[in-house]
């Protein structure tokens, strides 16, 4: 193995337990290690294959680690199951290493949910970041939004462009792009926003999960240089700035190559969610890279209003305007005893509902 698996792995194949590290978050919240559990899950299946102890009366083996963590500000523990992903059913540890490069491949896909197609436009190094990026925004809580996907994302081409050097022997645009992300890296004068914070520990837990498990495979995705993958300093700016006039291609302006790549990271998230992942980040995607009707769906998944009967009675409310400057008008539901009746038949629909439209 080269030495290439973390020293924690000792600790699950001869302890079966886990001590979770914990980074800067905010307390009120619960563990950021709770979002790459599942991908811990799979990593623990894979190590505990063919050495399956606990046998289940009406069941197969099961096996469980446990995983020391925080649980507010206090030492708890829980047993987590190792579980394996259907692509890797028949892997075992002592032959892992011989297992087909498309099997391999497969399992740490399947874990992440993405497909090997849809990564096919990013350099081969960032697939596994980018694919993490699509796991993170599925599983963290709160709901990561726009600005925190685009810091993010301007993030890792900051860190391509330190890691090409091609700001020393570049072009002018390369340059200057290169200054003005440098220009955003400012040592904080107050505390952290402890939820945007929070956000980025989840992504960081879900990389370093994804690391080893992509090491313990043998490397069927690159291995990422990790150091060029995030700076606090720089991806926190960059978030506060874009919550107010500052755009993505006001930084990426003239600079054609890193554009590409920061578009074609953005398209990985499109695929994702297109394929039915229920991520809510579709307004951070280019309205370049979307078809018309891909754009209206995305929308009318994200937007909700809701008005109960006293309010639709009591007059119009006024128009309110998504970010892009549409404006949404609220249309009162007609015909309540047949709604009343479709509620009792659907407990799901019991909530009272508008619908909308755009004008």
Not at 133 to 151: I, S, V
Request: aromatic residues 4%; charged residues 25%; glycine residues 6%.
């Amino acid at each position: 193995m080269k030495g290439r698996l973390p020293s924690c792995i000792v600790d699950v194949l001869q302890m079966r337990r886990q001590i979770m590290g914990t980074q800067v978050e905010d307390l009120r919240m619960p563990s950021g290690n709770i979002t790459s559990r599942p991908i811990r899950q799979v990593l623990y299946g894979l190590l505990l294959a063919g050495r399956r102890e606990c046998q289940s009366s009406d069941g197969p083996p099961v096996e469980y680690v446990e995983e020391y963590d925080r649980e507010g500000m206090n030492l708890t523990s829980s047993m987590v199951e190792a579980v394996l992903p259907s692509a890797s059913e028949q892997l075992q540890l002592d032959t892992l290493h011989r297992a087909p490069h498309s099997v391999r491949c497969e399992v740490i896909l399947e874990t992440l949910g993405v497909s090997s197609s849809s990564l096919s436009g990013v350099p081969p190094h960032l697939r596994l970041p980018v694919a993490v990026t699509c796991y993170w925004l599925r599983h963290a809580h709160p709901q990561p939004d726009k600005p925190l996907l685009e810091a993010l994302l301007l993030g890792l081409v900051y860190g391509e462009l330190r890691r090409q050097r091609k700001y020393e022997r570049a072009k002018r645009p390369e340059r200057e792009l290169f200054e003005r992300l440098r220009g955003h890296i400012k040592k904080p004068t107050g505390s952290p926003d402890l939820v945007v914070a929070h956000s980025y520990s989840q992504w960081q837990c879900c990389l370093k999960d994804s690391v080893h498990l992509n090491q313990l495979l043998s490397l069927p995705l690159p291995d990422p240089q990790c150091a060029w993958l995030y700076k606090g300093t720089l991806v926190h700016q960059l978030e506060a700035k874009l919550r107010g006039t500052m755009t993505p291609d006001s930084l990426l302006v003239e600079s054609h190559s890193f554009e590409q790549l920061y578009r074609a990271m953005l398209r990985v998230i499109h695929n994702s969610h297109a394929a039915g992942l229920n991520s809510k980040v579709s307004g951070a995607i280019p309205s370049s890279l979307k078809k018309p009707q891909d754009d209206l769906m995305a929308r009318m998944q994200v937007l909700a209003l809701e008005e109960d009967d006293s309010g639709a009675e009591g007059g119009e409310n006024p128009k309110q305007e998504d970010d892009v400057g549409w404006t949404l008008v609220s249309v009162r539901t007609r015909h309540k005893t047949k709604e009343r009746l479709n509620r009792c038949q659907n407990p799901e629909f019991s909530r009272k509902q508008g619908r909308i439209s755009w004008e």
